[in-house]
Nanobody
Framework: QVQLAESGGGLVQAGGSLRLSCAASGRTSSANTMGWFRQAPGKEREFVAAINWNGVNTDYAESVKGRFTISRDNAKNTVYLQMNTLKPEDTAVYYC?????????????????WGQGTQVTVSS
């Protein structure tokens, strides 16, 4: 099993930045692809970004391209999401997901492990 723990959320004004972290513990070798998803009140969980096992390949939702950057430090078993130029519509609970299978996926149903989430609130 893999345990994931997100941190770094908070309240920020529009145009500001936050960096989320996702620390993995347990059988971390089982989590190859890592992804960030978010869920706003009354909405379904949506894909934000994903990164493959060695950090070479990444994918982003159109809504965050050019503003968010996903990265990972395998020596620290940690994945990051740098969020810049935040907008009120970025407000959501952000979840970190881990996927056993290789290859990037934007489908949250294909992820095997999840953290508890961290709240990001962007004020206008």
């Amino acid at each position: 099993q893999v345990q994931l723990a997100e941190s770094g959320g908070g309240l920020v004004q529009a145009g500001g930045s936050l960096r989320l972290s996702c620390a993995a513990s347990g059988r971390t070798s089982s989590a190859n692809t890592m992804g960030w998803f978010r869920q706003a009140p009354g909405k379904e969980r949506e894909f934000v970004a994903a990164i493959n096992w060695n950090g070479v390949n990444t994918d982003y939702a159109e809504s965050v391209k050019g503003r968010f950057t996903i990265s990972r430090d395998n020596a620290k078993n940690t994945v990051y999401l740098q969020m810049n130029t935040l907008k009120p519509e970025d407000t959501a609970v952000y979840y970190c997901g881990g996927r056993r299978r290789l290859g990037i996926s934007s489908n949250y149903g294909s992820y095997d492990y999840w953290g508890q989430g961290t709240q990001v609130t962007v004020s206008s």
